[in-house]
């Protein structure tokens, strides 16, 4: 009897270990780990907190900070290189690649300011920032990519979820450097060098394309994915509201990041929920025909491969929306055109916004702590513009067959009031400002990756998806450096003329008043409107292929249907 206990005993450790291993590598999970990726891939979003401490240990005057911005900028968007890697090589692969870029990126940054290396050139500094936010593109390719492959008729909230994600880094990175280092700045360009990097390490062999397994309920889960990062956000806001009134400890700051963590794991429980529930129903099915049904759909999959292997082939011969495009089909269509050229105006008008936010506070008289306060509002506003954009997109899509194009065209047109509120401040119009335009700036993302996925298929979307915002660093480079930078140092040596002092070789170019970015954010204004209306030429063109059912093919491919735990 004790040996038959012993067997059964036996028995039910290996079930318990086959479930564990399950869990680890079940599509809910991989959703869970992409969420920890992208809550740690938002480094670039901090650059208005630790801008200044780059500012004056370099000695550098706004146009060089601004150049500093725009090559950040430059390595956070340009992410065609990790496009095509992922296109060739595993998902573990590109995970790796992006941990060491950002680790060595930002910490040869970290060292340049806290004196422990000679200081670098401007150049160097440039390459470095651009070295360390071109691994935000590994992680977000590694994570957004399979994710979307893997949920495809709920692409849209998949991708708010994950975007959404990202956009609450700034603040989640901010309370836990507040809780290990204490208020210093230059200790937050150590933080976002080594955690991100440490988490895409962990997580390696989670993430990757998996079978497509519908279940009716997937709305439900997505929807209390939502639910959990609301509650995170609200917390974070609520953290934000109470440190900057009251002097919090370490102990304090510790607290908060802790109860960060607590809730950043709540879609863990979820995860395990639904694995747990695939885990009984599937040992239930006969598992032959499931093997056979993937199996069918791999040899499908692989001809379709060979079929259309080549990105050069027919470049000029366009299949229809919503078809597998070709890259070179794809950025030669005038679709991809117009999208361009939207965001160029208004990625390019947000980023300066963003990139400015800093000194546009200190112009206006605000205090350090304020400043402090408008760079998490937006990291906050920034999250709430991209889970609403891609829940919403995806809701009137479906419910109304509205074009998702249209959301774009209105997130351009409310950004447009952020960016005159800066050109024509009032009391606490910077306030409201940094809601709208970190509002507006996270909702262009998940739109424009979807109509990315929408447009032009998933059989390369590893690399359209990078391609889709590839112009917003020439729209931050020309807005960012070559119009506000310049009038903002243009004014700070008109007032030092004015108030008759010299100006020092070595010092920094700080300019105050109203005056300091009017004109600059007005011409911002008027090219985010010129955006706005841009992408209504995108909305005419696709209307009809909104109304038609764009997930039916997704529909018909999927390997098994099952029931939800929620249902």
Known sequence: MAAYNWGNGGRRGICGYEKALH???????????????????????????????????????????????????????VGVISGLVAEVTPTWFVLL????????????????????????????????????????????????????????????????????????????MTQLYLAIYGDDSKSLILLIAWLPAAISVVFVYTIRPMKVVRQPSQLMIFK?????????????????????QFVFSQAAYAGSATAVC?????????????????????????????????????????????????????????????EDYTILQALLSIDMIILFIATFCGLGAS??????????????????????SFVSLVSIWNYFGRVFSGFASEILLKKYKLPRPLMLTLVLF????????????????VYMASVIIGFTYGAQLPVNYAIVSDLFGLKYYATLSNCGQITSPLGSYILNVKVTGYLYDREARKQLQTSGKALMKSAELTCLGTECFRL?????????????????????????????DIYKKFKEDATEELPSSSS
């Open 23 to 77: 869990v680890i590598g079940g599509q809910w999970f991989m959703v869970f780990a992409s969420f920890l990726i992208m809550a740690g891939a938002g480094a670039t979003y901090l650059f208005g907190t630790y801008s200044k401490a780059i500012k004056s240990s370099q000695g550098y005057d706004q146009t060089s900070l601004n150049l500093l911005g725009f090559f950040k900028e430059l390595g956070a968007n």
């Open 97 to 172: 690649i992006g941990s060491a870029m950002n680790f060595v990126g930002y910490f040869i940054i970290w060292l340049a300011v806290t004196d422990r290396i000679s200081k670098p050139k401007v150049w160097q500094m440039c390459l470095y920032i651009c070295i360390g936010a071109n691994s935000q593109n590994f992680a977000n390719t590694a994570a957004l990519v399979p994710c979307v492959k893997n949920f495809p008729e709920s692409r849209g909230l998949m991708l708010g979820l994950l975007k959404g994600y990202l956009g609450l880094s700034g603040a989640i």
């Open 224 to 244: 209390q994915f939502l639910c959990a990062s609301i509650a995170l956000a609200l917390f974070l806001m609520a953290a934000i509201i109470i440190q900057r």
């Open 262 to 322: 607590i809730l950043l794991f709540v879609p863990l429980f979820i995860a395990i929920r639904e694995e747990i529930l695939i885990w009984n129903l599937e040992k239930k099915h006969d598992p032959p025909l499931i093997e056979s049904t993937i199996e069918k759909t791999q040899i499908v999959e692989s001809q379709q491969v060979k079929k259309n292997s080549s990105w050069f082939a027919n470049i000029f011969d366009k299949p229809e929306r919503g």
């Open 351 to 372: 980023l300066t916004a963003l990139d400015n936010l800093g000194q546009i506070g200190e112009s206006l008289g605000y205090p350090s702590n304020t400043v402090s």
């Open 414 to 429: 409310l950004s447009c009031i952020g960016h005159l509120l800066i050109a024509f401040p009032v009391r606490g119009s």
């Open 520 to 548: 600059s954010f007005i011409i911002i204004t008027l090219v985010t409107l010129a955006g706005a209306i841009v992408s209504l030429f995108l909305v005419m063109r696709t209307r009809e292929f909104y109304k038609s």
